[in-house]
């Protein structure tokens, strides 16, 4: 099992930052992608950033340049997300994710925090 805690969401104006963080606990595999994915209302639930066991990011095309995904420190899994140059559109709860390719497969989510970016 496999524990996401996320943490740092709240309202903020366009153009501000947040810090959103997931602590990680459990039975965790080193091998493994640690990912903020959002939902906005009335939308797919999309990938935002994600962070594999070795180092590799990807982001998706609307958070390049403006959000970062990093790990709190080398020796867990807990990661951040710093987002900055917040838009309304990046309004949505956001969610950890925890992937371990396996076998077995194993894909946990945290509970989700809101963000909400006034205009």
């Known amino acids: 099992q496999v524990q996401l805690v996320e943490s740092g969401g709240g309202l903020v104006q366009a153009g501000g930052s947040l810090r959103l963080s997931c602590a990680a606990s459990?039975?965790?595999?080193?091998?493994?992608?640690m990912s903020w994915y959002r939902q906005a209302p009335g939308k797919q639930r999309e990938l935002v950033a994600s962070l594999t066991g070795t180092g590799f990011t990807n982001y998706a095309d609307s958070a390049k340049g403006r959000f970062t995904i990093s790990r709190v420190n080398a020796k867990n899994y807990s990661v951040y997300l710093e987002m900055n140059s917040l838009k309304p559109e990046d309004t949505a709860v956001y969610y950890c994710?925890?992937?371990?390719?396996?076998?077995?497969?194993?894909?946990?989510w945290g509970q989700g925090t809101q963000v909400t970016v006034s205009s």
């Open positions: 459990g039975n965790i595999f080193s091998i493994n992608t």
């Open positions: 994710n925890y992937f371990h390719r396996g076998p077995p497969q194993l894909n946990y």
